[in-house]
């Protein structure tokens, strides 16, 4: 066998850490490097949410190394949604069957455990404080500076994991016919934080994410191993009750009583915590190519940054990671067949779940706490529970079904509702919505639908045929 390529990877966070090691047991020697600090020696992830819910796409993932066992010994489950109305009242929302559960992970603690595996990898360095200056996307030759010093690093491939805010896709940007878009939501977000009780133990259920849903706005809780809670407010950032309205103390203490009763007796210093900090914005990113070249690849958030509505960015992230590697078994290292594939295998998933982060927004701060909302999702439950080859419901094609592609879960998302717009308008349906006669109705439906589906790709496959 010919020598490997040398790869060279900007940006050295989980992402960017696990497509190192991936490339490393490939057989390719990689540079990895970070324009950061070495988070083992101190923080960097100031501004991010310290948290991140892991399913079974990101398990899938961390599985291609080996350190599934590990990470889960820090992470929590989370089985259910847990809504806090504005009156104090709680209502609760399995995410799955029983024993499925998102992860509650520590977005750095991943990260070192990534690191300390990289470091063991033979065909592996990783450097940081590295700086990404300039990159030539003929050939992959890379310009990093430390401290005034440039380095050059030539390589023949050179992926940029370097996140939302990526100097490899800025620099992509001066390339030809490369298209880029990036759009703010109205929302932007602060983290808050729920200390443990003075035994250590949880002041909320632990097994939970817990919501504050309130339309425009909501709170969010994530547990930690430690007892206490990573929260984080998402509010518009201008407008009538917004980050820039809100400028008082006394407008800010009465926006988190009126709105935040309940968990005003757990938050620590919540209006201190909105003064001090500065807003972090929401935005989403779309870019085509992913691949430049075949020298020049973006992975990870640097290729499509997205809202955290899903808890997905990572998750697809590391589901980047994945198919990468099983695309390089599968066309026995020629790049030149590995990144078309890569490109078209990711691009419209990624889309997909971009699609989806923003409408569940929605969901979450507004449909999760209305009555209506949570008997569908219990109709839907029961009916995937009578008919499971029939009918998966949407979040658990996205959480819980890791070899779904997210445009298919999509797709089959929309059908699914104008079925359920149809089942929720039967008279009395909050009555008799356990009745045989209201399962009987929507097996019918899905069959019809799910007919229709395999028709139309029936149809398009043969005309495929006819094509060639």
Known sequence: MSEKEQITIAGAGPVGTLLALILARQGYPVKLFESRADLRTQSIYQGKSINIALSDRGW????????????????????????????????????????????SVSRSGINKQLLELAEQEPLLTV???????????????????????????AGDILFGADGAYSKVRRLAQETSRFSYSQSYMPQSYIELHIPANEDGSFKMAKDALHIWPRKAFMLI?????????????????????????LTSRADITHFFQENFADAMTMLENPVDEFIAK????????????????????????????????????????????????ELISLHQHDWSKVFPA????????????????????????????????????????????????????????????????????LSMGDTQQEIMKK????????????????????????????????????????GDKDEQ
């Open 60 to 103: 899938l993932a961390l599985a291609c190394v080996g350190i599934e066992q590990e990470v889960k010994k820090h992470a929590l489950a989370m089985h259910k949604r847990v809504m806090h109305a504005v009156d104090g009242t709680i209502t609760e929302q399995a995410y799955g069957s029983q024993g499925q559960a998102i992860w």
């Open 127 to 153: 450097e940081f404080e590295q700086r990404l200056i300039n990159l030539d996307f003929s050939n992959a030759n890379a310009q990093f500076s430390r401290e005034n010093n440039v380095e050059e690093v």
């Open 221 to 245: 809780a994530l547990p930690n191993p430690d007892g206490s809670f990573t929260c984080t407010l998402f509010l518009d950032f201008q407008g009538e009750t917004s980050f820039s309205s």
């Open 278 to 325: 500065t807003a972090n914005p929401l935005f989403l990113v779309n870019i085509d190519p992913w691949v430049i070249n075949d020298k020049v690849a973006l992975i990870g958030d640097a290729a499509h940054a997205m809202v955290p509505f899903y808890g997905q960015g990572m998750n697809c992230g590391f589901e980047d990671c994945r198919v990468l590697d």
């Open 342 to 409: 890569y490109q078209q295998a990711r691009k419209i998933n990624a889309d997909a779940i971009t699609e989806l982060a923003k409408r569940n927004f929605v969901e979450m701060s507004e449909l999760s706490g209305q009555a209506s909302f949570l008997l569908q999702k219990n109709i839907e439950a029961e009916f995937h529970r009578r008919y499971p080859e029939l009918w998966t419901p949407l979040y658990a094609m996205v959480t819980f079904s890791p070899l779904l592609p997210y445009s298919q879960a």
């Open 423 to 462: 089942i929720m308008q039967i008279e009395n349906i909050e009555h008799c919505w356990q009745e045989n006669f209201v399962y009987d109705t929507l097996r019918q439906l899905a069959q019809a639908a799910f007919l229709a589906t395999e028709l139309i790709e029936s149809t398009d496959l043969a």
